[in-house]
């Protein structure tokens, strides 16, 4: 069958090599988050050498969902390390029962590989959508490098204030959570443009029903309905 696929690793400079200490932080957070979004994965996540993530999805707008999943995880955490993303497409093996599945063969893994490794010389992008047609995921890598340039803006010390804040918009309950003056978090979400962050995430989401037109193949492999 043909399915979006998401890749990720973590981005270092140099593309230097992993130590095995971040290697097991990086699989254990991923096998963090995953659980919570089996229901938008055709597969049980697997990985490539121990340093890249890949999943076939169910559309592309779980991809994007389980982006910002991540990305939110990681602010939680105070951003142990950062990570980059590709979602393209490609054929898959898997199983006929979902979930039921241990690992990912096919052309879709070898496209997502290929295009991970331009994203690697990509001159600070985390993000590269390839989606069959080249304008869509030109635009849609462009919004992720406006949702990147948000994100990160944001100093190591604001990490936790902002994920509570995109979770919960009011200033008061995360006052009260944080023990900190309603005044001092309403300016800090107004100085960490956290409405803006969340429209940049609306728009991200909503590109696919709003934007990419459904495209009938001739040769009956279009991807899964977004």
Not at 89 to 100: F, N
Not at 130 to 150: K, N, P
Not at 153 to 178: G, V
Request: hydrophobic share 40%.
């Amino acid at each position: 069958m043909e399915a979006y696929i998401l890749a990720a690793e973590i981005s270092r400079e140099g593309n230097r090599r992993l130590e095995p200490s971040e290697i097991k932080l990086f699989i254990n957070f991923i096998e963090g988050v995953i659980p919570k979004n089996l229901d938008c994965l055709y597969s049980i996540h697997m990985f490539n050498l121990h340093k890249e993530f890949l999943c076939a999805l169910e559309s592309v707008k779980a991809g994007f969902s389980l982006i910002f999943q991540l990305e939110e995880a990681l602010l939680l955490q105070e951003k142990p390390f950062e990570l980059r993303y590709v979602i393209t497409y490609g054929e898959i093996d898997v199983p006929k029962r979902k979930h039921m599945f241990y690992g990912i063969v096919g052309h879709g893994i070898t496209r997502a590989e290929t295009r991970m490794d331009k994203l690697r010389s990509g001159h600070g992008n985390r993000f590269y959508m390839d989606l069959r047609d080249r304008e869509e995921s030109a635009f849609l890598t462009m919004l992720f490098r406006f949702y990147q340039d948000l994100y990160d803006s944001w100093h190591p010390k604001d990490y936790k204030l902002a994920a509570k804040l995109i979770y919960i918009w009011d200033y008061n309950l995360t006052a009260k959570e944080m023990e900190k003056s309603p005044s001092l978090i309403w300016r800090r979400r107004k100085s960490l443009r956290i409405r803006e962050y969340n429209n940049i995430k609306d728009l991200i989401i909503k590109t696919p029903d709003l934007i990419i037109k459904k495209k009938v193949s001739k040769s009956n492999e279009q991807p899964p309905a977004f």
